[in-house]
């Protein structure tokens, strides 16, 4: 029998789904904490700035306040998602040492940041679209460019994703993953304009947030709804495309060099 030959430099397509497809199970089988628990999340932090602010603050520019928040909150919920997909699902294998199964097979490291990235931009994308869904009840969406919400929810969750594994290769235990979670997801997100519009914020204010990437994908997403922008769409495209093209090369690179993953 004629051996089959494998050519070393063809995709390997079957274990590439295999794995991004153990990636989607692995949350879908706990929906009611990966999915219903942001849901909940998203929708009491709507409730409470509802609530507090109450007629305090209508607009933002000559856009009704709630319409302006949702966008972010949506936004919110699928960056921190896709995060906590791709950096729990490393932390765990490492710590109940089974990344070695992950190792293993015939998968090269683009295709296992490929793999990793989509599971996690899956999750991201998944969560969004059912806020969506359901804070529509409450909250009209304009969907004034949809090219923008598909490209920013889409480049936010995979930034975000990909974040993830470079922070969960890092991470030697859980203790280590949520410190990069509480000082730099979390102030990253809150500080990005998410709730406010950067523009009544003063000089420094402003700055700081130019230069916080988080900045850039919700502005972004929430023009594809309301139409309006704090900052040059292009320039944050640009912006979000080299970032996600920096974070590939260095997700690549530990998955090639083995950093923390392999003895």
């Known amino acids: 029998m004629t051996p089959i030959e494998v050519n070393p430099h063809s995709a390997n397509w079957l274990g590439l789904w295999t794995l991004y497809s153990r990636e989607v199970r692995r949350f879908l089988k ?3 904490q990966t999915l219903m628990a942001p ?3 998203t929708l009491l932090f709507f409730a409470v700035f509802t609530l507090a602010l109450g007629r305090a603050v209508e607009t933002i520019g000559s856009v009704p ?7 972010g909150l949506v936004m919110m919920a699928i960056t921190q998602n896709a995060f906590a997909n ?4 490393l932390v765990i294998s490492k710590v109940q040492g089974n990344i070695v199964d992950t190792l293993m097979p015939p998968l090269n490291a683009h295709e296992l940041t490929f793999a990793y990235a989509m599971g996690g931009t899956t999750r991201g994308l998944m ?3 059912i806020i969506v869904l359901v804070m529509s009840f409450f909250v009209p969406f304009g969907f004034n460019n949809p090219a923008l919400i598909l490209f920013h929810g889409f480049m936010g969750a995979l930034m975000l994703s990909l974040f993830g594994i470079i922070g969960g290769i890092w991470s030697e235990k859980f203790d280590h993953m949520a410190a990069v979670t509480n000082f730099v997801v979390t102030p ?3 500080l990005s304009g998410t709730f406010y519009s950067v523009e009544r914020l003063p000089e420094l204010g402003k700055f700081l947030a130019h230069i916080n990437p988080f900045f850039y994908m919700i502005d972004g997403f ?17 912006v979000m495309t080299g970032i996600n093209t920096f974070l590939w090369i260095v997700s690549y690179r530990m998955f090639k060099t083995g950093y923390k993953l392999k003895a």
Do not use: H, M
Not at 65 to 71: C, H, W
Not at 224 to 234: A, C, E, R
């Open 86 to 89: 791709t950096s729990s699902s």
């Open 188 to 190: 990253l997100s809150f």
């Open 39 to 41: 849901l909940v999340t």
């Open 222 to 238: 929430r023009a594809g709804f309301i139409g309006q922008s704090d900052s040059n769409i292009l320039t944050g495209i640009l």
């Open 65 to 71: 306040f709630l319409e302006f928040l949702a966008p």
């Open 127 to 129: 969560i969004g679209s």
């Open 30 to 32: 706990v929906y009611t």
